[in-house]
């Protein structure tokens, strides 16, 4: 298959969840000069997906310079570390990890 860049990439992985192995995802975010973007979450089971998408979408469009900025660059203006502190922040209680 042919991959094209996009702002948000997911990769089918498998992923181990308690004594189980299930579908799931690598999670990679921005624009920059990398095929799929950096890696924001190695392994987030496929049920997990709808709500980190949603998560994320919501910390974009509440710290996003302009309504312009697509979110491939909101992505690359911020290092993984910072983009996951603001995705726990955006969640209440600063303890959810997507990793």
Known sequence: AQH?????ALLGITVQQDDATVQ???VH?????QPFGRV???????????????SLLQV?????Q?????FGAFAD?????TLHE????????GTASHD
């Open 86 to 93: 603001l995705l726990n922040q955006s969640q209440g209680d």
């Open 40 to 54: 924001f979450s190695e392994a987030v089971p496929a049920a997990a997906i709808p709500a980190l998408m949603a």
């Open 4 to 8: 094209h860049r996009s702002d948000i």
């Open 77 to 81: 203006r911020y290092s993984i570390p």
């Open 29 to 33: 975010v921005g624009a920059g000069e």
């Open 66 to 70: 302009t309504v312009d900025e697509s």
């Open 60 to 64: 974009y469009q509440d710290n996003r």
């Open 24 to 26: 799931g995802y690598r």
